[in-house]
């Protein structure tokens, strides 16, 4: 079969085209017959409903709020030692106030010839604090697994043993280079 295009059908169907208009109460006759038919009772003219506008900005709030509830279940917040128990809160803020104070005491030391030595200790401490983050993780992901928590001090007291024995490395430094002058000036 072949198709028509809509030109030549339009050309076709030219005259069988109803253009008529109806008669004057045309809509009032049709609806007396539905009424007779018991389909419709009445046809009302709408209506306008305020309450639409509500409905949409309601839904909207749902909306978001149910968007903004899987982005928090998505990103859990890291746990840290803090957040086990007040214990382990304490413990925390103790090696943090020593690692801080260690640190002070290694940055006040820093000379030309200790350099090296501090820059060295600072990326080892670097590496700690990237496996702490990772211990974070860990623990988020495990709860309160005592492993994960003996690893976190573990590395807390890594973080202070580096800093002792750099300073302790300072300290045998400053005395060779004492001893140097004093062999220089006698």
Not at 13 to 38: A, C, I, S, T, Y
Not at 156 to 175: A, C, G, M, P
């Amino acid at each position: 079969m072949k198709k028509d295009t809509i030109d030549s059908l339009f050309e076709r169907l030219e005259n069988d085209f109803d253009v008529e208009m109806p008669h004057v109460g045309h809509q009032d006759r049709f609806l007396d017959k539905l009424k007779q038919q018991n389909n419709v009772t009445s046809i009302a003219p709408k209506s306008k409903s305020y309450w639409r506008p509500f409905l949409a900005v309601a839904a909207s709030v749902i909306i978001c709020f149910g968007v903004f509830t899987v982005m928090q279940q998505q990103e859990p917040e890291l746990r840290d030692l803090a957040s086990v128990s007040p214990e382990l809160s304490k413990t925390q803020g103790f090696f943090t106030l020593a690692i801080q104070n260690e640190l002070a005491s290694l940055e006040a030391e820093r000379t030309p010839e200790t350099e090296e030595l501090i820059n060295d200790a600072l990326k080892q401490l670097e590496q700690l604090e990237t496996d702490y983050e990772k211990l974070k993780m860990d623990l988020t992901e495990a709860g309160d697994d005592k492993r994960v928590i003996f690893a976190m001090i573990s590395n807390f007291q890594n973080r202070i043993d580096v800093l002792k024995t750099v300073l302790e490395s300072i300290e045998e430094v400053k005395q060779l280079k004492s001893m140097d002058s004093n062999q220089i000036t006698i």
